[in-house]
């Protein structure tokens, strides 16, 4: 499975981002997608995961700003990122993991930086 994420980018808090990653190999092995971050200093996170059957988890300090979906057609998962905050500045990793063997597969990380 290989990850291409995209979308990243500057904005102003108080604006908005929108995220891509589209899956491409094996896509029928993939079940559950996501993204994490990492900003800068800390450990990587995780942000939101969108299961196969499109059951959603995202962690307290974006509920409300941020929105996970996935298209199983496209084998793509987005993250709608509202209301932005400095504090969400990160580099943003999607990934999807295997439903079988629970491997996960990264995709690239793509930086996003909120000005204040």
């Known amino acids: 499975v290989q990850l291409q994420a995209s979308g990243g980018g500057l904005v102003q808090a108080g604006g908005s981002l929108r995220l891509s990653c589209a899956a491409s190999?094996?896509?029928?092995?993939?079940?559950?997608m996501g993204w994490y971050r990492q900003p800068p200093g800390k450990e990587r996170e995780l942000v939101a995961v969108?299961?196969?059957?499109?059951?959603?988890i995202y962690v307290d300090s974006v509920k409300g700003r941020f929105t996970i979906s996935r298209d199983n057609v496209k084998n793509t998962v987005y993250l709608q990122m509202n209301s932005l905050k400095p504090e969400d500045t990160a580099v943003y990793f999607c990934?999807?993991?295997?439903?079988?063997?629970?491997?996960?597969?990264w995709g690239q990380g793509t930086l996003v930086t909120v000005s204040s």
């Open positions: 969108v299961s196969s059957g499109g059951s959603v």
């Open positions: 990934y999807a993991e295997a439903l079988i063997s629970k491997k996960f597969y």
């Open positions: 190999g094996s896509v029928s092995s993939i079940g559950a």
